[in-house]
């Protein structure tokens, strides 16, 4: 569990650097499809060359603190959802002074980034529910609006519990974690069991874990693994936990990947002004979603 006394580094603004992570796992998976047709896939940065400290350190404190405790009692705190209520909206307010400095795809702010995600969903004609799962897939960031470091709240998310797979992002970081010295949690099954589901496993914390409890009741279910799974990056890319997945999580999990490429290669210089989008949007929230969401 996280430590008080952790180093200043862990103590950074939480606004600061957000969205490190999301330059890295660009060029990390590199792959925009037709989504972003005038940008060739060589475009997209070349990870050997744009490889920056702060990305490993953002990875070292995630591999070290998110243990399988740490997780329980975020879960715990969080899932209560009785921190504020507000429209979703005032959590965009939020989201928009949350800019990008470090990605050279774009200079947008987040609430850009999220409707160019769902205005390219939209443009290829998905169901309008999937189009709201691009606008508010990273709304859990204003997880940093409750004080959370950067590490508990962006970041390729995995399993905690069991034995770390070497796909995962800087897997050498895990040795500091305290649940590498668990003999239990260091099995390939830990504290699960063969095919048990996805749905019983208890993932990393952050911004997807917090929002896809939030639209449950909201959401149909392709649309909430789209919303839980997005930075599993080491199932959906790498397929490194098929022995913890069942027969249901492998269907929707067509959906994530569906959604995937959408997150990562929607950066559109010609989006439409918000004025032009915002009839549809406000509407598109409303039909389903209630006025007020309780964070």
């Known amino acids: 569990m996280r430590n008080q006394s952790a180093s200043s580094k862990d103590n950074q603004n939480p606004l600061q650097n957000l969205d490190q992570w999301e330059e890295d796992i660009l060029t990390r998976y590199p792959d925009p499809k037709n989504i972003n047709a005038d940008k060739k896939e060589e475009q997209f940065r070349n990870y050997e060359e744009t490889e920056k400290d702060s ?72 169901p309008d529910w999937m189009v709201l ?48 010295k668990n003999e239990i949690y260091q099995t390939k099954l830990g504290v699960y069991t063969q095919n048990c589901g996805l749905d019983n496993v208890d993932m990393s914390w952050g911004h997807d874990e917090y929002v896809y409890h939030m639209m449950k009741p909201y959401l149909p279910e392709p649309g909430l693994y789209m919303l839980r799974y997005h930075s599993f990056y080491s199932q959906h890319r790498e397929h490194a936990y098929e022995h913890l997945m069942n027969e249901k999580d492998h269907e929707m999990f067509k959906w994530v990947n569906l959604f995937n490429p959408y997150d990562l290669y929607s950066k559109n210089p010609n989006q439409k002004s918000w004025a032009e989008l915002e009839p549809y949007y406000k509407a598109l929230v409303a039909k389903y979603l209630p006025a007020t969401i309780k964070f």
């Open 55 to 126: 990305v490993k350190e953002f990875y070292r404190l995630n591999h070290t603190y998110q243990t399988y405790d740490f997780v329980k009692q975020k879960k715990a705190d969080y899932l209560k959802f009785d921190k504020k209520e507000m429209p979703i909206w005032s959590a965009f307010d939020f989201l928009n002074k949350l800019v990008d400095d470090s990605d050279p795809d774009t200079d947008l702010d987040q609430m850009q980034h999220l409707l160019q995600t769902s205005e390219a969903i939209r443009n290829d004609g998905h």
């Open 133 to 180: 799962v691009g606008l508010i897939h990273d709304m859990g960031k204003v997880l940093c609006l409750f004080g959370e470091p950067q590490w508990a709240v962006v970041g390729d998310t995995f399993p905690v519990g069991c034995a770390y797979s070497d796909k995962i992002v800087y897997p050498e970081f895990f040795s500091e974690n305290p649940d590498y």
